[in-house]
């Protein structure tokens, strides 16, 4: 069965950092690109990183650049989000999903429960 | 970036009725589209990709359609089960970007 899992979020002060994990399972890992996309409390979804299968090329959303940095590792079929300079608008619930499709640039066909970021003092 | 405008905000239907959704580009997304429904406390579910080809596993009764800037989402005869919050997302250009959602509720 195909599994996307997601943990690491909790709270963190304005300013600081969080590593946020994503293990997936039930399908070939390096074959597909991967993605972030968060929820804030109340709001709709937004888009925030995709990562290629290989983990040669990355995207990221403005709103994030020069903050968050998205990785994989392909030989423990987890993916990552390492959040720097958190604010207190990136407080959301952050979904790992799995892009379907060839391209990078894709729908996301597979999600998470998602692992909610608190960002406050 | 790409503005992607769901309408209406809200639509109130009565079960077995049809449900009508529209999403709107703000330029071309040729046929990158897709269509996420969302329950509340739940992740969003992928139901459609390329503006028109359903999930594995997605009823009959959702149908997608449209091109370039405009795209519908039709739910042919509303069951309990489709009460939700869906979202378009366009995947043509980076930044990929979500609609703000249209709530289907109970009439």
């Known amino acids: 069965e195909l599994q996307v899992l997601e943990s690491g979020g909790g709270l963190v002060q304005p300013g600081g950092s969080l590593r946020l994990s994503c293990a997936a399972s039930g399908f070939t890992f390096n074959s597909y690109a991967m993605s972030w996309v968060r929820q804030a409390p109340g709001k709709g979804l937004e888009w925030v990183s995709t990562?290629?299968?290989?983990?040669?090329?990355?995207y990221n959303a403005d709103s994030v650049k020069g903050r968050f940095t998205i990785s994989r590792d392909n030989s423990k079929n987890t993916l990552y989000l390492q959040m720097n300079s958190l604010r207190a608008g990136d407080t959301a619930v952050y979904y790992c999903?799995?892009?379907?499709?060839?391209?990078?640039?894709?729908?996301?066909?597979?999600w998470g429960q998602g692992t909610l970021v608190t960002v406050s003092t | 970036e790409i503005v992607m405008t769901q309408s209406p905000a809200t639509l109130s239907v009565s079960p077995g009725e049809r449900a009508t959704l529209s999403c709107r580009a703000s330029q071309s997304v040729s046929s990158n589209l897709a269509w996420y429904q969302q329950k509340p406390g739940q992740a969003p579910r992928f139901l459609i990709s390329g503006t028109s080809t359903r999930a594995t596993g997605i009823p009959a009764r959702f149908s997608g359609s449209g091109s370039g800037t405009e795209f519908t989402l039709t739910i042919s005869s509303l069951q309990s089960e489709d009460f939700a919050v869906y979202y378009c997302q366009q995947y043509n250009t980076w930044p990929l970007t979500f609609g703000g959602g249209t709530k289907v509720e109970i009439k």
């Open positions: 999903a799995r892009v379907g499709g060839i391209a990078v640039a894709g729908f996301e066909d597979y």
């Open positions: 990562i290629s299968g290989s983990g040669g090329s990355t």
